[in-house]
């Protein structure tokens, strides 16, 4: 029989989920990261409010759709389309530092459930590489705190 296309994506997405198992990361983790993440930033003085008045009662579809985006960078679920520049560059008020503090809070949320060292380490670093490219993309490369048109 022809290998296709299909079959192909189908056995590049079986060797990275049989990779993230080794790790203990599969759906049910990369929920519960998206639930406690967010948790934790809707608790946040400062990020908090930035999140709430951008999303105000589509919270249940937001977190919808972090689980998506999530296990498709972690697990190629192949689940997420969408456009994470836009939606940032909408947000007028975040300032580049607070993607540090983000960061932070990713990370402390990984302290506190991820299944392995391992799995941290690897949600931290996708993390630091997303973060860097969003802002980039709305502060340019010297992330003068200007946003850029
Ligand atoms: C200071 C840092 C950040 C803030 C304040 C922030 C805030 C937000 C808010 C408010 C939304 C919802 C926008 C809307 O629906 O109107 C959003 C969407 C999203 N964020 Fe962030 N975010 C930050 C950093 C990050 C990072 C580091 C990542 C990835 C590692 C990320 C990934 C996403 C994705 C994938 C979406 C969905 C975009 C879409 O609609 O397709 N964000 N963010």
Same mark, same amino acid.
């Given at each position: 029989?022809?290998?296709? &296309?299909? %079959?192909?994506?189908?056995?590049?997405?079986? +060797?990275?989920?049989?990779?993230?198992?080794?790790? =203990?990361?599969?759906?049910?983790?990369?929920?519960?990261?998206?639930?406690? @993440?967010?948790?934790?930033?809707? +608790? %946040? !003085?400062?990020?908090? /409010? $930035? @999140?709430? %008045?951008? $999303?105000?009662? !589509?919270?249940?579809? &937001?977190?919808?759709?972090?689980? #998506? @985006?999530?296990? *498709?960078?972690?697990?190629?679920?192949? !689940?997420?389309?969408?456009? /994470?520049?836009?939606? &940032?560059?909408?947000?007028?008020?975040?300032? /580049?530092? &607070? @993607? #540090?503090?983000?960061?932070?809070?990713?990370?402390?949320?990984?302290? %506190?459930?991820?299944? *392995?060292? +391992?799995?941290?380490?690897?949600?931290?670093?996708?993390?630091?590489?997303?973060?860097?490219?969003?802002?980039?993309?709305?502060? =340019?490369? =010297? =992330?003068?705190?200007?946003?850029?048109?």
């Amino acid at each position: 029989m022809n290998t296709t &296309h299909l %079959d192909i994506v189908g056995e590049r997405r079986a +060797e990275v989920q049989a990779k993230a198992a080794a790790m =203990g990361v599969d759906e049910a983790y990369v929920s519960e990261l998206v639930n406690a @993440f967010y948790s934790r930033i809707r +608790e %946040d !003085r400062l990020l908090g /409010p $930035i @999140f709430d %008045d951008a $999303i105000r009662d !589509r919270w249940g579809y &937001h977190l919808e759709k972090m689980k #998506d @985006f999530w296990a *498709t960078v972690a697990l190629n679920a192949g !689940r997420y389309s969408g456009e /994470p520049i836009q939606a &940032h560059k909408k947000l007028v008020e975040v300032q /580049p530092w &607070h @993607f #540090d503090v983000w960061l932070e809070m990713f990370e402390e949320t990984l302290k %506190d459930t991820a299944p *392995t060292p +391992e799995a941290a380490a690897c949600f931290m670093e996708y993390a630091v590489q997303i973060a860097k490219g969003l802002r980039i993309a709305m502060y =340019g490369a =010297g =992330g003068s705190g200007h946003p850029v048109a």
